[in-house]
């Protein structure tokens, strides 16, 4: 379903979805963990609209550096909006990111695609280890956050997408519900994008966001588009997976989203 971008083996290129995560794997000619939207910070930041919760960040360091000590990647690919306050950077921000940063270079080669929320983030990185914000190329796979429009280099790409925060609602016989991260997968319509014609369609991965604060129902991203990505997707092409892969199917498979619902969604 997933096909080897041009530049991958396709014997060899693979996507492992890390439901521990989530994250997600990318094996080509290297390996690339991929992990969307840390928003370290959100605490602070939900605070001053009167959602008090105690700073998580220490624990999702610790998921992200065990999960890069168990799968040992070539790189550690950050998918946009690593930290969360917008247009300046908090104190909790300051305090806890150089930590977090150094633990994650520590462990493998650093590369960061910034997002919407990343103003500032330059200071706190090594030049080798900021990517453009319109998307980047790596081991023949595609990388943008996904709140502007893409490079012309990613056209005709399989193209890793974080912004979106994806959670899907499953709901049994009875009625009863659960949402729980999950992936879109689907083509991009490329002259609505801007992109260059390519040999093949250019494919797109909304990966959910690592931050457990943060989500978006699918179906909403579908039919309520909010960025030039999901504006620019082919519906009928859309399909839901589980955070361990799992396919659901389509996205109209899915029970529609509660309208009464309150999504948490850091943006």
């Keep these: 379903m997933l096909h080897a971008p041009p530049g991958a083996d396709p014997d060899r290129m693979r996507i492992e979805f890390l439901e521990q995560g989530p994250a997600t794997l990318v094996v080509n000619r290297e390996r690339t963990l991929v992990v969307a939207d840390l928003h370290f910070g959100i605490e602070s930041d939900l605070a001053r609209h009167g959602w008090h919760f105690s700073s998580r960040s220490l624990e999702r360091l610790h998921r992200v550096t065990d999960l890069v000590d168990r799968f040992r990647p070539d790189r550690l690919l950050l998918l946009g909006d690593v930290k969360q306050s917008v247009p300046f950077t908090t104190r909790q921000e300051w305090r806890e990111l150089p930590e977090v940063l150094a633990a994650f270079r520590a462990r493998a080669p650093l590369l960061v695609v910034p997002g919407n929320h990343d103003p500032g983030i330059e200071r706190l990185l090594r030049p080798e280890e900021l990517a453009e914000r319109t998307g980047v190329v790596v081991d023949g796979v595609g990388y943008l956050h996904g709140h502007t429009l893409p490079a ?112 948490v969604s850091a943006g």
């Excluded at 974080?162 to 049994?172: C, E, K, R, S």
């Excluded at 699918?218 to 361990?244: G, N, W, Y």
């Design 152 to 263: 012309p280099c990613l056209a005709g790409l399989l193209v890793l997408v974080g912004h979106h925060h994806p959670l899907a609602a499953i709901q049994d016989e009875v009625g009863c519900a659960v949402r729980t991260p999950a992936y879109l997968v689907g083509e991009l319509d490329g002259p609505c994008l801007g992109l260059p014609p390519a040999g093949r369609p250019t494919r797109v991965l909304f990966t959910p966001a690592f931050n457990e604060l943060a989500g978006y129902d699918v179906q909403r991203i579908v039919t309520a588009p909010f960025s030039p990505v999901s504006r620019c997707l082919k519906r009928e092409t859309v399909e839901v997976l589980l955070a361990d892969g799992t396919l659901l199917g389509p996205i109209e498979a899915l029970a529609p989203p509660d309208r009464g619902g309150g999504e």
